[in-house]
Each structure stands twice: as C-alpha cells, then as structure tokens.
C-alpha cells in the first residue's frame, strides 16, 4: 500500500527577531496535531529551525489532501494565536491568506510531500533551511544524485547505475522539464546553477531501477512568498524530503554535500549571499547578521505508517569542520558591508531603498553629454 510523507513549514512568529521559535507556539501547534490529526494521519513529528516550524506527517491521503493540508494550517492558526498573545515578531509571517481553501500550496507555508511504496525499511531524511531560497537545494540534491565524486553509488552500486531523473521547475515562468541523468547532466547544470530561477522539484528513479521502478525519492518545497503576498515577507526557508539507502544514495552520500560549505541568498533581509553552514537542532538559532544561513537533517525510518527517529544528523563532530569554514565565509563577506556580491544584485534583493533613493536624487544628476564630459567616459 502507498503511503505520503507530508512536510509542510511556515514562520508563525519569532524571538526576538528572526532569530529562532518560542517553545509555547511550539507546543500549541504540537497539541493542535495530536488532538485533532488522529483520524487523518498515522504518525507525526515537529521540530523547527531558526524562526521556522516544521510538520512531517504520514499518512494514506496521497499528496494534496486537504484533510492533512488543512491539519498543518490550523496547527498553524493555533499557533499564531498564541504568538500574537506574546507579540511574537512577525506572528502568522508565512500565512498569507485569510480563508484556507483546500490546500496550503500558495498560502505560505512551504510543503515537500511525496506519495511512496514503502521498502522492507524505509528511511528518509528531512532537511530544513532557514535564511534561504528553495534553489539552495539545487547543489546538494546534484550531487546526492547525480555527481558520482559525491556517491559512489552511482558507481559502484549496480542498483543506482541506472542514474535519475531531475523534475525542474522555472519558478519564474512557472513552467517544468524533466532531465535524465547522467545523459541529460551538462543541461541540467546549465539550469540548475541559476538557483534563484530554475530550482530542482523533485528527482525519481528511472523506470530500470531494480528495486523501485519509477518513483519519486525526493521532494523538495519550492514556495515563493514574495509571489504570492506581492512583497517581501521573509525568505521562502526551504525544506526537502529525501529517501535514503538501497538502491538510492546512503546516509552518508546524503549528507556528504554539506561537509562542503556554499554561497546560497538569504540571509540578511533576504538580501545578502551567505554560506550554508549544517547545524544540529540545538544550534539553530540565527543570530549573526540573522545567520549564517543554516540548515538541519533529521534522519527517520517508516514503517507501517510509524516514524522512528529523528536523528539530529548534523549535530556530530564530523560537520566542526563544515561549520567553521562556514563561518570564516561569514567573516570574510561580512567585512564587505553593502558591496556585492555579498549584497545580492538589485533584482535579486528582497526589499531595496533604491528606488525611492534614485526619485530623490533624479533631479540631481546631471547629464554628461550636456556637460561636455562624455568623451572620458566613452
Ligand atoms: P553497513 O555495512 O554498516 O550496513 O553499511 C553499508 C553501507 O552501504 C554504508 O554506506
Ligand atoms: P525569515 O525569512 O527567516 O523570516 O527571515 C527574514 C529576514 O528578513 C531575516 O533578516
Ligand atoms: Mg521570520
Ligand atoms: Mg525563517
Ligand atoms: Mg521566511
């Protein structure tokens, strides 16, 4: 029988700034679940990163329920009543709309959901980011699956010969192409490195794959705030599914991308590129410069629609040395205050003044060519 694993994240408030979750908003949104998802899901679990919350659910609904959607929204609810009752920074941030209609996509909160046939053991990791973009998955889900210098599997694992394929979505044109890999490999690196623009959504196994023909083994949200409220509201704060082992990459191999710390956008005001620096739970708080960008992996096995786990993946002395050339990345951009390419290029900035500057200063700037002074700039 298949079964949907549903992770659905949203910023209902924060303390005292972006920095990270208030324990009391936590709970309400954990007790709105375990009162009232009963009959809708079999099992559960929420953790959070930074200033955001996480769900992931499992169920029998198939992906797009609104029962389960609607769950994860009125958890929610319940949970910015009570950070509206502290006056949490940015309480109900990522809930965009007033009426739930039937599904979150759209609404705010980002969801990763993937209907699956369970294996003899079925483990998966879920990775959440906080200060950063859905297009910062793009690397680490190449090289989970596509960069054999990173899994060996694809290699040495006659499951995994057989490569992938790559759903992309052109987020900005709201369209979607499929690439096989490794055939396909310098078209979708021709894609995928444009990451605030084309973003890997999900990657499945070819139709040959010996033990799981044709299905979908990671997901990940690509939700844009800023298209659906029309304004910068926080960053999109992506999270990914990903299913692990037999034929798919190991644990290792999943995690193995992150040991390599890299430049992703967010951060500051959504307006600054910042290392992504893979962290433990506990070290989750985002505090310099609102950062650095982070991002967590908690490990699961599913079994008869039951979680065991998570595993904090990233709290473990084999990521210190991930963690501190992530922040000798911080320091070194830090020190470029406003400059590119630590601020991130006008278009690409969340929120500018530059506008507003440039209608100030419009009748103060004087044109060269009046002045005689064009032939040096020419
Ligand atoms: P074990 O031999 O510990 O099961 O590990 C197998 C493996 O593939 C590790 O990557
Ligand atoms: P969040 O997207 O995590 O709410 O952060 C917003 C922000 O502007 C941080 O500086
Ligand atoms: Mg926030
Ligand atoms: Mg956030
Ligand atoms: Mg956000």
Known sequence: ???????????????????????????????????????????????????????????????????????????????????????????????????????????????????????????????????????????????????????????????MHAGFKFEVWDIIEGKRIMLSLPEQTYDLLALIGSKGRYVIKRVYTKEEHTKLPAENVAVISTDKLSFIAGEYVGKDDPAAVVRIQSGLPAAGEALEPFANSYLVSGWMRGSFNGPLMPVGIKNSRMTRFDGPPRVAALGFVLKDGRLAGPVDMFDDIAFDYARTKALEMADYLRRMGVFEPHRLPDDDMEYTALPKILEKLSSKFEKLSDLNELKEVQ
């Open 1 to 159: 029988m298949k079964v949907t694993i549903s992770h659905i994240k949203a910023d209902i408030g924060s303390l005292p700034g972006h920095t990270t979750v208030f324990e009391p908003v936590v709970d309400a949104v954990e007790d709105y679940i375990k009162s009232n998802g009963k009959n809708i899901i079999s099992d559960y679990r929420i953790s959070h990163i930074g200033d955001d919350i996480q769900i992931t659910m499992v169920h029998n609904h198939g992906v797009d329920n609104p029962d389960v959607h609607g769950l994860a929204w009125n958890a929610f609810k319940a949970g910015t009543e009570v950070a509206k009752k502290y006056g949490l920074y940015g309480a109900g941030q990522d809930l965009l709309k007033d009426a739930f209609s039937g599904n979150v996509k759209g609404m705010g909160p980002g969801v990763a959901e993937m209907e699956i046939t369970p294996r003899k053991s079925e483990p998966f990791i879920v990775y959440m980011m906080d200060k950063t973009e859905p297009g910062s998955f793009n690397y680490p889900i190449y090289k989970m699956f596509g960069d054999p210098f990173n899994t060996p599997g694809l290699v040495i694992d006659p499951n």
